[in-house]
């Protein structure tokens, strides 16, 4: 992944929640430069009626800043990185990432999120019976005209049972994480045709996708494996509640690399998230 990391010569503090053994809902904030930080938890029924364990990394930025996706787009970036090392009674951490926004400045187009954003982390315990102690180190960037590197400690002690229901912030994120194929509710955009012309002097992938809730906030981004980078979509004609976009691939991209990988997109609208796979054929 291509990243044109804008850093400024700026140190920030490392706070260190320190949480007794006691179990916790909530951590205190850790304040950083222009943010902080903090985990929550709680729990969510499935669809089959049962229950499953989340915890929540809020970031909550000062007006005009932000922070960033797991990929942070043209203009570069830090996506956030999750070290869980230190944890107990820990099986798996899966961070999960809410619908981002396309954000644009004076350097380019970036991917991500301002004012607060809250990663669902979905919590899984080697043994069921037992607490579990999530122990957390957060590194991401808060930028504005400057990117400033940040870092957290967090730490939360989680009930091997009566955790409480998670609190509607939690929820709503997790809520907002877009949904695969099968999971799809009747708002949410779906990937009605995609189409590789990797040949000629302009190579392009070409994608159409279908906004059933109305193409308010319409937006594509597509990531590729294999360290590959592609640039933003940009959009191109409209028909009904299909909006087609295009990719160039450029930027030092071999077209013949994408032949047989596999994209993901990520489909965003005011309406509904959703995310597809599509292979390059």
Request: aromatic share 6%; with cysteine.
């Amino acid at each position: 992944m291509r990243r044109r990391d804008i850093i400024a010569g700026l140190v920030v503090g490392l706070a260190i929640c320190a949480m007794p053994a006691s179990a916790q809902q909530t951590t205190p904030w850790v304040e950083g430069y222009n943010s902080k930080t903090r985990m929550v938890s709680g729990t969510v029924a499935t669809a089959g009626g049962a229950t499953r364990v989340v915890a929540g990394i809020e970031v909550s930025m000062a007006d005009g800043w932000k922070t960033y996706w797991r990929s942070p787009g043209d203009a570069g970036g830090v996506p956030p990185y999750f070290d869980w090392a230190g944890s107990e009674n820990l099986a798996s951490a899966k961070v999960l990432y809410p619908a981002p926004e396309r954000l644009k400045d004076a350097s380019g187009d970036s991917i991500g999120y301002k004012k607060t954003v809250i990663f669902p982390v979905e919590i899984a315990a080697k043994d069921a019976s037992k607490p579990v102690v999530i122990a957390l180190t957060m590194e991401f960037g808060v930028c504005r005209e400057i990117c400033v590197p940040a870092e957290a400690k967090l730490r939360l002690v989680l009930p091997a049972a009566s955790l409480a229901a998670a609190a509607a912030p939690l929820a709503a994120s997790l809520d907002h994480v877009p949904r695969k194929a099968a999971d799809r509710r009747d708002g949410d955009p779906a990937m009605k045709r995609a189409t590789a012309t990797l040949t000629g002097e302009k190579p392009v992938l070409t994608f159409e996708i279908a906004y059933p809730g109305g193409v308010d906030g319409a937006d594509l981004f597509v990531e590729a494996s294999d360290g590959i980078y592609l640039a933003l979509p940009k959009k191109t004609r409209i028909s009904g509640a299909v909006q087609s976009f295009e990719v160039v691939v450029d930027s030092g991209v071999e077209p013949d690399s994408l032949k047989g990988k596999t994209l993901t997109l990520t489909m965003v609208s005011k309406a509904g998230q959703a995310e597809a796979s599509w292979k390059v054929e």
